[in-house]
């Protein structure tokens, strides 16, 4: 995808780029038209020389050519010289070349030169180079002939002709080239300043958090990007008026939901104490199961709304021990792990010193209690579930041991999905992890999934250690 940057630098130098090309072709074509003139004058100044050593006479013509002046005439070998002076025209008396007569469409009005273009041979054996050509026809004769014609021609090399062009080309094209050049870098550097209220609004839309909905700031906009801006703030109010009505309605579903749950399964377990029939008593033992995970379903469905990095506004974090969180946790599910048959305890190295963490500490509380709980459901009897913490540098490390069946390694990145489940062993509704996941995320942490020795599953959560570990985390 082409930036905008590079096409309005694309639109803009190509022009240019165009204009010097035009503009090289126009300089050179002038350039050979004042190269020719030069070339046309001295031509015709050579004829009119040349025709001066012819002297029409009574008995014929007089030819003073002197050896001296050939000598000038050809004097320079770079600028090969060439004549010819026939009488009447076509036959050869004077010169050093037959040269090609002019076109037959030329007109061949007398005393007027004509200038044109042919390839002639320097000598026998060499190939035909481009020469510049002048005619001139005069009359002359003595009285009793005077109609005879007499045609003078002059050939030049067209090298130097080109020579000069080609020069004057250069000498136009390189103050051109630079000038093309400076306005090209002023062009750049304008685009680029131009751009930079863009790439600042690209950057604060792009340094914001998923939760972040406060209006975009229009001080440093320039007009074209207020619309923009504009469309941009209408839109973070409409979500942001719509993140609220999900918040009252997670607060309300809180309300109208975990309170019958709740009546149902006290009035159910009070029913199921008081009955004496057994068929009565398996069925409300399964009403009681059912309201018991629809309660936990519900729980865990409004925690997972509440750790979703939409769902409420910037999560509020500050540095605390960690590990002080964990032993209090665990001394709370104590008499949870004795209903399970579980043996749930600490590191001994634990509480040595203190383990500090930048953290949300309600969350992530409860993405241990989840760990916890999914240890002690999926574990079984008899399994120990230890829990520990220790620093890592800039960050913190949770580790959750449970001895039981563990986690299969082609099913530890689906578990994080919600609502699946690596095994039907218990009760559960596959949120678990998802909740942990999530929490962990919104902490720019990770979670790692490792088998445990010798056999069952250790769940490592790692976060940051310090709010300048955590902004250096920031994807």
């Not at 020719?36 to 040349?50: C, F, G, K, P, V």
Request: glycine content about 6%; aromatic content about 4%; hydrophobic content about 45%.
């Amino acid at each position: 995808m082409v930036s905008l940057q590079r096409k309005l630098l694309l639109w803009l130098l190509l022009p240019q780029l165009i204009l010097w090309l035009a503009g090289g072709v126009a300089t050179y074509r002038l350039a050979a038209g004042y190269a020719n003139r030069a070339i046309d004058a001295s031509l015709a100044q050579s004829s009119r020389a040349l025709l001066r050593q012819v002297k029409p006479i009574e008995q014929g013509l007089l030819i003073d050519f002197p050896r001296a002046a050939q000598e000038v005439l050809e004097a320079d070998p770079k600028d090969r010289v060439m004549y010819t002076v026939s009488t009447p025209p076509g036959r050869f008396i004077l010169g050093n070349n037959q040269l090609p007569a002019p076109p037959a469409a030329a007109s061949h009005k007398l005393d007027t030169p004509y200038f044109y273009d042919a390839e002639v041979a320097a000598s026998p054996g060499e190939g035909k180079k481009p020469m510049r050509i002048v005619a001139l026809y005069v009359a002359y004769g003595a009285l009793t002939e005077p109609n005879q014609t007499m045609l003078v021609q002059v050939a030049r090399s067209s090298a130097n002709q080109q020579e000069l062009a080609r020069s004057i080309l250069a000498d136009t094209l390189l103050p051109l080239s630079l000038l093309v050049l400076t306005m090209s870098l002023i062009v750049w550097a304008g685009i680029k300043a131009g751009l930079v209220p863009l790439a600042r609004l690209r950057r604060e839309v792009e340094q914001r958090a998923p939760n972040e909905l406060t209006p975009l700031k229009l001080d440093l906009a320039p007009v074209e990007l207020h619309s923009l801006a504009n469309a941009l703030n209408q839109l973070l109010q409409s979500v942001r008026s719509q993140v609220g009505a999900q918040q009252r309605f997670i607060g309300d579903a809180a309300h109208q939901l975990r309170t019958p749950l709740a009546g149902l399964k006290s009035q159910t377990k009070l029913a199921l104490e008081a009955a004496t029939d057994e068929a009565q008593r398996n069925r409300l033992a399964l009403v009681y199961q059912s309201a018991c995970r629809s309660a936990h379903l519900v729980s865990q469905l409004l925690l997972l709304a509440r750790a979703e990095p939409g769902a409420g506004p910037a999560l509020e974090r500050n540095e605390f021990d960690l590990s002080r969180l964990a032993q209090e946790l665990v001394a709370q599910l104590v008499p949870r792990a004795l209903r399970a048959g579980a043996d749930l305890g600490l590191y001994e190295t634990m509480g040595a010193q203190p383990v500090m963490v930048f953290a949300n500490a309600p969350l992530l509380r409860e993405a241990l209690t989840n760990l916890i709980d999914n240890a002690l459901s999926y574990a079984g009897p008899q399994a120990e579930v230890t829990v520990g913490v220790h620093a890592d540098g800039d960050f913190a490390l949770l580790r959750v041991v449970d001895h039981g069946p563990g986690i299969a390694a082609a099913d530890r990145e689906r578990v994080f999905e919600r609502f699946v489940r690596a095994t039907e062993q218990a009760d559960g509704c596959g949120l678990g992890l998802s909740i942990v996941k999530e929490i962990v995320d919104r902490h720019q942490g990770h979670i790692i999934l490792s088998d445990s020795v010798p056999h069952g599953l250790t769940v490592t959560l790692r976060l940051p250690a310090s709010a300048a570990a955590a902004q250096r985390s920031e994807p």
